[in-house]
């Protein structure tokens, strides 16, 4: 835990189709310009982040943060329109789909990795500004992830342990409500853990629940034979 690298992507869109704003009373509605339904742009990232690293006397070493990139490429325009001249070089998404050459499965697992990608529904998020072009787009997703607080990056990992251990205690479920710690304040007088533990009975707990859900092979083929005997 203490040890490990997230790595997700993530796409952007610009003007996307419904925003919310929190206006101050005399704050005009920001201006939103509509674009067609059947093409938007967008671009995919991935980032990488870890959790903070501290010296002894709690310097920070490194904020976590190990990078976050675009899947962009640039090309020559090969046509001169109303918005650039033949030849610009213009900077296009890369088409989301999933890898499967030998390439990358090998990387996968070269030097003792065993990397598999799980996949989850898209989702989008609302950026708070307005790019036009997808060069700005890429522009402020940098901003943003220079932005990111390492404190509340620090704060995220004791979260994510207290998050797992709730989901053991409710036996794989997620009917609980987020754990509440006070980090800000233990982490001001001294007492923040750097790690939680998580009790014996719990696990064994985990565990004996997880044996009442799968049945061995050997059992479940003694489980048919029987079902055969009885139909005969």
């Known amino acids: 835990m203490q040890q490990v690298i997230h790595i997700d992507e993530k796409w952007f ?13 005399k704050e005009e509605n920001p201006y939103m310009c509509q674009q067609s339904k059947r093409y938007k742009i967008k671009a995919m990232f991935m980032a990488m982040i870890g959790k903070p690293l501290y010296d002894l006397i709690g310097n920070m070493l490194h ?14 325009a090969k046509k001169k329109s109303k918005n650039r001249d033949v030849g610009t070089l213009e900077t296009k998404a890369v088409p989301h789909q999933i890898p499967r050459d030998e390439e990358f499965k090998a990387a996968c ?26 060069e700005e787009l890429i522009e402020k997703v940098y901003e943003a992830y220079e932005w990111f ?19 053991l205690e409710k036996e794989g479920g997620n009917n609980f409500n987020p754990p509440h710690m006070g980090k ?14 998580v009790e014996r009975e719990l696990i064994q707990q985990a565990v004996e629940h997880l044996n009442t859900l799968f049945i061995p092979i050997h059992q479940q083929h003694e489980e048919y034979l029987d079902t055969e005997v009885d139909a005969d």
């Open 63 to 76: 904020d976590g943060k190990y990078g976050i990139f675009p899947f962009t490429y640039q090309q020559m």
């Open 149 to 167: 607080d390492p404190i509340l990056n620090k704060y995220t990992w004791i979260t994510l342990q207290s998050v797992m251990k709730m989901i």
């Open 13 to 25: 869109y610009m003007n996307p189709e419904t925003r919310q704003f929190y206006l101050l009373p």
């Open 109 to 134: 697992t070269a030097h003792g990795f065993n990397i598999q990608l799980i996949f989850q529904p898209a989702q989008s998020q609302d950026l708070n500004s307005f790019p036009t072009k997808i």
């Open 184 to 197: 800000r304040k233990l982490d001001s007088l001294g007492q923040l853990p750097e790690f939680l533990e």
